[in-house]
């Protein structure tokens, strides 16, 4: 496998290269650590800033933007996380340039109009409308609050509350955008039908322009301590209820990170969701789904269990639940079930790298956590070096009831169940 190519700009941006000369699109994908760890106490501002950076220039009106995008068929999106502002991008070889100074262009020199900034603050309000009034999403997002408490930025809703959204100023947009958006830390990641001069000319030029100023990248406030609880969110009007359960997962670099990843697929992901979703749901009939997920970040991930229930099944799903968890005690996954993962895994990378976004998306991860411009190349290795006994070990230690906080919402009525 061709490694791919890492430069470090003179501005302290790092750019990420592969070529794939086969394929005639060309994808970008890049992060500024401005996301929600940034704002300190300013819930809900690097939302607006990243839902408004497509929203105006110095140069361009929003307008002007989109049709110059639409007219050489390329995309731009900007997205908020908990740790980076996210941006991606979508060309042809021949549009990579006007492609890339659109995105410099919408980083460096936005305006945040008044009356975007009123339009983006109606989107919030509303998107946080809707979701009050989900189940699921009630529940998954006061498990993240119960996991990692007192307002630290990965348990809280990047979009704030509703009295953030209606308080934030544009000036609050401004300062964050010029206090925390340039080129220091920046990560740019490319991959499709590139070569040196293309990469040098019409990437990495427009990206040397940017100017640092010496911002120094937000840190990961310390990690609170997650004491278990359970939480029960009445939502009598609905006709589901959903549970969430989870716990405080090691960062993405930590030791126990790949057996762990391979774990939770075995548990609740692949197949019919692993042990856990053919149980609950295609055996047993007492979930509408049920899966597990594993979150990777720099300081600490979030291992947890979704699952939407008739109300009438509740107390049994939460059981059920209990009984896989428990279940990996006295019947741990057998070596037919480890290798099946390992074949997953490893599949399901092969698979995605067919595809321009996800080559660029792992690109980027691998800058982003530090993994090596060779980790494509070890990957398979990893996984396969991993031993059964290390998956059980570590399937132990992290899908343990007593370390777990468990949130229900929906009708619950007076049903309170421990996990």
């Known amino acids: 496998m061709i490694l791919p190519d890492r430069t470090v700009l003179d501005n302290g941006a790092v750019l990420v290269s592969m070529a794939l000369p086969t394929n005639p699109f060309i994808a970008i994908r890049g992060s500024v650590p401005s996301g929600v760890v940034a704002e300190g106490k300013d819930f809900g501002v690097a939302e607006f800033m990243a839902r408004l950076l497509l929203s105006g220039t110095r140069r361009s009106s929003a307008a002007k933007i989109s049709d110059r995008l639409e007219g050489i068929g390329a995309t731009v999106e900007f997205h908020n996380s908990e740790e980076a502002l996210v941006f991606q991008g ?3 070889r021949e549009t990579v340039g006007p492609t890339v100074r659109t995105i410099v262009e919408c980083l460096t020199e936005s305006t945040f109009p008044p009356k975007e900034v009123e339009r983006v603050r109606g989107e919030i309000l509303n998107d946080l409308r809707i979701e009050a009034d989900d189940t699921r999403h009630r529940a998954l997002r006061a498990l993240s609050a119960a996991v990692f408490p007192r307002d630290h930025p990965y348990g809280r809703d990047p979009k704030g509350d509703e009295s953030r959204a209606r308080a934030i100023r544009r000036m609050d947009v401004v300062d964050f955008h010029e206090t925390y ?3 220091e830390s920046m990560i740019v990641a490319v991959t499709g039908d590139v070569d040196p001069e293309l990469i040098e000319e019409d990437i990495a030029a427009p990206l040397s322009r940017m100017r640092a100023n010496g911002r120094v990248a937000p840190a990961v406030p310390p990690l609170p301590v997650h004491r ?6 009445s939502m009598p009007h609905k006709s589901q209820a959903d549970i969430a359960i989870g716990t405080q997962a090691p960062p993405r670099r930590h030791d126990d990170y790949y057996a762990l990843h391979l774990a939770d697929l075995v548990f609740g992901r692949i197949g019919l ?10 055996e047993q009939g007492l979930a ?3 899966f597990s997920s594993l979150e990777a970040r720099t300081a600490a991930g979030l291992w947890s269990i979704a699952a939407g229930v008739n109300p009438a099944n509740l107390e049994k799903a939460i059981r059920g639940i209990r009984n896989e968890l428990d279940r990996l005690r006295t019947d741990p996954f ?9 074949d997953n895994q490893v599949g399901s990378l092969i698979v995605s790298l067919e595809r321009n976004a996800e080559v660029a998306a792992e690109l980027h991860r691998m800058e982003y956590y530090g993994l090596g411009m060779d980790f494509l190349e ?6 396969r070096g991993l031993s059964d006994d290390r998956v059980r070990e570590v399937a132990r230690k992290y899908f343990d009831p ?6 229900v919402a929906g009708p619950v009525g007076r049903t309170r169940v421990a996990l």
Do not use: H, Q
Request: charged residues 30%; contains cysteine; proline residues 4%.
């Open 334 to 342: 057998t070596t037919e079930e480890v290798r099946d993962g390992k």
């Open 378 to 383: 070890r990957y398979a290795d990893i996984v």
């Open 273 to 282: 969701f692993g042990r856990l979703g053919r149980n609950l749901r295609d």
């Open 228 to 233: 278990p609880r359970a939480s029960w969110i």
């Open 402 to 407: 007593a370390s777990c906080s468990m949130v």
């Open 90 to 92: 979508r060309c042809m």
């Open 288 to 290: 509408y789904y049920a």
């Open 181 to 183: 958006v340039g080129p």
